[in-house]
């Protein structure tokens, strides 16, 4: 597990542990930062162990405290693209060239990256007029840059490492109830999504069960974007 100091990395653990009986280390890392991704990436390298999967799953969304991220187009800080682009897109693609040499030995080696469906559709405004959240313009560029870089590494460490994405929609994490209803109301399936609903796809793209698939973005969206 990796995770930004302070992260409840001994819950986490424990219920790996409880479930699933395997053994399971944590890292502390801020991945907005280059030389803690270092340290976690030569912590990795020095642990001798096979790594046949990394998953980045980690970012900055649309919900984040930032200065000058959920503002209004015209205060919206190249500061925080800075930081946006640092987490959302460098840190995957560092980590990915970091353990890449790791991965290249392993038996099934996979790379797992999770963009968004604003990697590819614009927002809808309406869902937030009169909401304190918003959609920011970094948010959605780093996500479609994640994308891409999935498909370029994908012809790039193929045969030895494939590459996928899944691509999700809205996540229920306790928004403004007037946001949840507007969302609802545009989602074919009739509710937003919930961590479980990823399981399988993740499940799938992690294993030999997509021994032949790489260079895909599978989107999970409730029907989202098929309107």
């Known amino acids: 597990l990796l995770d930004r100091p302070g992260s409840s990395f001994r819950e986490v653990e424990e219920h790996l542990k409880k479930t699933w009986d395997v053994e399971c280390d944590s890292i502390s890392c801020d ?5 803690a ?5 030569q912590y990795v390298l020095d642990d001798g162990k096979p790594l ?3 998953v980045n799953n980690a970012a900055f969304v649309g919900t984040s405290d930032l200065q000058g991220w959920s503002t209004a187009f015209e205060k919206q800080s190249l500061e925080t693209w800075r930081r946006a682009l640092e987490v959302n897109l460098i840190a995957p693609f560092h980590l990915a060239q970091g353990l890449a040499p790791c991965l290249r030995g392993a038996v099934g080696a996979n790379i797992l990256n999770i963009t968004s469906i604003y990697a590819e ?3 809808d405004w309406r869902l937030y007029e009169g909401m304190s959240m918003d959609n920011p313009a ?6 479609a840059g994640l994308a891409q870089m999935t498909r370029w590494l994908a012809t790039n460490l193929a045969p030895s490492v494939r590459v996928n994405a899944i691509s999700p929609g809205g996540i229920l994490r306790g928004q403004d109830s007037v946001f949840i209803d507007r969302y609802i109301q545009r ?6 999504a919930n961590e479980v609903d990823f399981k399988g796809s993740v499940a799938y793209l992690v294993t030999d069960m997509s021994a032949y698939s790489t260079g895909q973005v599978i989107t999970l969206d409730g029907g989202w974007t098929i309107w």
């Open 37 to 41: 991704r270092n340290s976690a990436i």
């Open 121 to 123: 559709q614009a927002p």
């Open 52 to 54: 046949n999967c990394l």
């Open 31 to 35: 991945l907005e930062n280059e030389e």
């Open 138 to 143: 970094a948010y959605g560029a780093s996500k």
């Open 187 to 192: 989602t074919p399936l009739g509710r937003m």
